[in-house]
């Protein structure tokens, strides 16, 4: 494993350690109190079923690319992949919940140690990002939980307005 994905992969288990203690820390109408009114309209426990479906479409999105793919089709719809991933997620449990995405990061970082430093740079069509590097990519996966974290934040100290 080179500096760079080794890492990646701290930085992946250090994030995923920090948003699996968010989350346990939420009490339970936390969980249930409504974070957006645009778009999803998601709870933070439905956040974390987002969470969970997005990292494993992302990991299965760079299997692609390391294997030689383009990523995702250029009309890919993440709109719609999001609310129906979620929802076959959203009646699961916390702790089923939490379970889910622990195991789903810990791929996450067996991925990263899998790959050569050359890895990192392959490019393929991210659904969000466009064409993006493998290593922005993974980057991507730690910093969208912490944007969506942040919202939680603002939101449960009476900051946010649910944008």
């Known amino acids: 494993m080179s500096e760079t994905t080794e ?12 948003t699996a203690a968010f989350f346990r820390a939420l009490a339970p109408q936390q969980l249930d109190q409504q974070l ?7 709870t933070a426990h439905q956040l974390l079923a987002h969470f ?13 690319i390391l ?3 383009q990523g995702v089709a250029q009309n ?13 997620l959203s009646q699961a449990s916390l702790d089923d919940l939490l379970k889910q995405f622990i195991e789903q990061r810990q791929a996450s970082i067996a ?6 430093p050359e890895d990192l740079s392959r490019v393929g069509r991210h659904p969000f990002l466009g064409p993006a590097s493998v290593e922005d990519i993974l980057k991507l996966i730690y910093r969208h939980n912490q944007i969506h ?11 946010g307005d649910k944008g």
Do not use: P
């Open 7 to 18: 890492r990646l992969a701290q930085r992946l288990h250090q994030e995923g350690q920090k």
């Open 36 to 42: 957006y009114v645009d778009g999803s309209q998601w």
């Open 52 to 64: 969970v479906t997005a990292e494993s479409g992302i990991c299965a999105l760079l299997e692609n």
């Open 67 to 69: 294997a030689g793919g």
């Open 76 to 88: 890919f719809d993440i709109d719609a992949y999001n609310e129906r991933h979620v929802a076959a």
């Open 111 to 116: 991925l990263v140690q899998r790959m050569q």
């Open 149 to 159: 974290q942040r919202d939680v934040r603002k939101l449960l100290s009476g900051d």
